[in-house]
């Protein structure tokens, strides 16, 4: 479509109605693990994402009129210029440079010594260097990619690994590390084996699984914008669109490293683990703060239980349970709470318990009282009177105490 003198002029192609993937070779070819350039289109899904890292439509969040995986032409669509349509493959960002001492920022890629002149973003950064300091800006999800090279391997060749696919993406990548803090990096056996395994582990037979072959790695990646975001507004801020983007530079053919699959997880294990932990701790506060209303609670009805005697008897419902053997008693306790109460009035407080207990009772029973107290006192009260009680009898009532033991010793 590029036509003039220098190849400056550029002529859309012409639209084409949807293509449909009709062939019976493509349906036949689909989703057998091996991608066929025929069957490599949109129409075909990308050879049922045999082609695309097993996405069948990476462009499936683009929202753009524009067929976007047709616009991958060296030129800016700013139709496709979106984070959902991969950034027009980052062809809007003028002329791509390219890092001027290759070789020797490769080689001091992520070694943690910043090397000013790998600083920039076609260099990658120097693989985040010159940042060490900066706190980490890391994309929503993680990148799970399947790539068929052995862990060891792999992990012996990250540098590269990492610097290859952060150049594509325009941003920088590590490694995930799990909860015990080692790389999630780990050995992967192949669709194939995968199910041999399944057979063997229903049929239980051989133990030795040792004999499979290792056909390569699931690593898990993040996305680490600090650098990106400096430089750039095109930066992924979750891990869906990069996974496509390196999607579509496996169905153009650019990817330097063998990549099998990548997935995007769009909650890390990490972030699962921590979200869950902090239910568990709010609920774990709801709990105690309920404990804590309800033993508030129990405390005030204990409270009432044991509390002095004055507080229930001024209630109708008990006051009616207490007055019975109250009344049985009456003679006794009564007389006692009489000649008590005299003595508190002088100064005594020992008795409060009994004063208060009988605290309504003493104005009322006083005069009627006062009479049985000659009759049915003596043979009941037979505790020794103090000075006090005495002084008290004294002043008041002479005549009907003449008869008290107490005075005649
Ligand atoms: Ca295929
Ligand atoms: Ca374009
Ligand atoms: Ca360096």
Redesign the pocket.
């Known amino acids: 479509p590029f036509w003039g003198s220098r190849c400056e002029l550029y002529t859309a192609p012409p639209s084409t109605p949807p293509a449909t993937c009709l062939s019976q070779y493509c349906a036949d070819k689909a989703r057998d693990g091996v991608c066929d350039e025929a069957c490599n289109s949109h129409a075909c899904q990308w050879d049922g994402g045999d082609c695309s890292l097993t996405m069948e439509n990476p462009w499936a969040n683009c929202s753009s009129p524009l067929p976007c995986w047709d616009?991958?032409?060296n030129?800016?669509?700013e139709l496709?210029n979106t984070a959902e349509c991969l950034f027009?493959?980052f062809?809007c960002q003028g002329n791509s440079k390219t890092c001027k001492y290759d070789k020797y920022c490769a080689d001091h890629f992520k070694d943690n010594h910043c090397d000013q002149g790998c600083n920039s973003e076609e260099c990658g950064w120097d693989g985040l260097d010159c940042a060490a300091d900066q706190p980490e800006n890391l994309a929503e999800g993680t990148l799970v990619i399947v790539v068929l090279m052995p862990p060891e391997q792999l992990l012996q060749d990250a540098r590269s690994f990492l610097r290859a696919l952060g150049t594509l993406l325009h941003t920088n990548l590590r490694i995930e590390r799990d909860s015990q803090g080692e790389l999630m990096v780990y050995p992967y056996y192949g669709e194939k084996s995968a199910a041999m395994k399944k057979q063997r582990m229903t049929r239980r037979s051989i133990p030795g699984e040792q004999e499979q072959e290792v056909a390569g790695s699931k690593v898990f990646l993040e996305i680490d914008n600090r650098q990106c975001v400096q430089d750039s507004d095109h930066c992924f801020k979750n891990t869906d669109a990069a996974a496509a983007l390196l999607a579509s530079h496996a169905i153009q053919g650019t990817l330097s490293y063998p990549l099998v699959s990548v997935v995007s997880e769009s909650l890390t294990p990490e972030r699962t683990q921590l979200l869950y932990l902090l239910a568990v701790a709010v609920v774990i506060i709801l709990f105690i703060i309920l404990l804590g209303v309800i033993m508030a609670k129990r405390k005030r009805k204990h409270g009432s239980l044991w509390l002095p005697e004055g507080f229930t008897l001024r209630r109708d419902a008990s006051n009616h349970k207490r007055r019975e053997p109250v009344g049985q008693d009456a003679v006794g306790l009564k007389n006692l709470s009489v000649q008590v109460s005299e003595a508190n009035l002088i100064g005594s407080g020992t008795s409060e318990h009994w004063v208060d207990d009988e605290g309504p009772q003493p104005k009322k029973v006083k005069a009627e009282d006062e009479a049985l107290l000659s009759e049915e006192d003596d043979p009941i009260d037979r505790r020794p009177w103090t000075q006090q009680h005495l002084e008290a009898a004294d002043i008041r009532r002479t005549p009907s105490l003449a008869l008290t033991p107490p005075q005649a010793e």
């Open positions: 616009y991958i032409n030129q800016c669509d496709c027009d493959n062809e």
